[in-house]
Structure formats: C-alpha cells, structure tokens
C-alpha cells in the first residue's frame, strides 16, 4: 500500500499564490508517474501536471496552467509540489496528488491523496 499526504490548500485571492505539497510512503518500488490533478464543482477530474517515468522531455501540463503552474519534486523522499501563481478564479478546484506505481513492471497501481481544496475569490 502506498499513502499520499497532500498540504497546502487554501483561499488566495485573483492573482495571488499558493504551494501544494505531497509526499508518497510505504511500498513504493518503482513510480510510473506523480503527479496533480484537480476537479472543480460539476466538471470531471482532470490532469494539471504530472511527471512521467521515463519522460525526456520534462513534466507535462494542461494549456490552461502553462507559464502559471510548475510542477517540482524530490525523488530521494517521493515529494512532489505545484507551485501556482497568477491565480485565477477559474482554478478553484479540489487538488488531488496522484501516484502510479509499478507493482511490478507493466502492472501500474494508481493512488490518491485526500484532496486539498484550493479557492480562488475576491
């Protein structure tokens, strides 16, 4: 089993920042991809950035987070954060960590955090 403690959340108004952060623990063999996703009231969950295994060409990001969003983490202790700035109200969201472990390679597990609710208002 693998855990997902994620912190960070908040009210910040339009424009401001916030910082997520999750860690991964337990059996963690080898990581296929970790990563955020978020869902907004009504709408379906989707990806905002994730690293890949493997992925050469560096974390990927929804368009709508580009140049706003960025994605950093710390392999040796499976932490993972997401920076976000130039907030918009639009990104008012619950924002889920997600990890994807192989267990073993090619079976990849996929586990999730509590969600963090992160609302963005004036």
């Known amino acids: 089993q693998v855990q997902l403690v994620e912190s960070g959340g908040g009210l910040v108004q339009p424009g401001g920042s916030l910082r997520l952060s999750c860690r991964a623990s337990?059996?963690?063999?080898?990581?296929?991809?970790m990563g955020w996703y978020r869902q907004a009231p009504g709408k379906e969950r989707e990806l905002v950035a994730v690293?890949?295994?493997?992925?050469?060409?560096?974390?990927d990001y929804v368009e709508s987070v580009k140049g706003r969003f960025t994605i950093s983490r710390e392999n040796a202790n499976y932490t993972i954060y997401l920076q976000m700035n130039s907030l918009k109200p639009e990104d008012t969201a619950v924002y889920y960590c997600?990890?994807?472990?192989?267990?073993?390679?090619?079976?990849?597990?996929?586990?999730w955090g509590q969600g963090t609710q992160v609302t963005v208002s004036s």
């Open positions: 690293f890949t295994n493997g992925g050469g060409g560096g974390p």
């Open positions: 337990g059996r963690i063999f080898r990581i296929n991809k």
């Open positions: 997600n990890v994807a472990v192989f267990e073993p390679w090619p079976t990849s597990t996929d586990y």
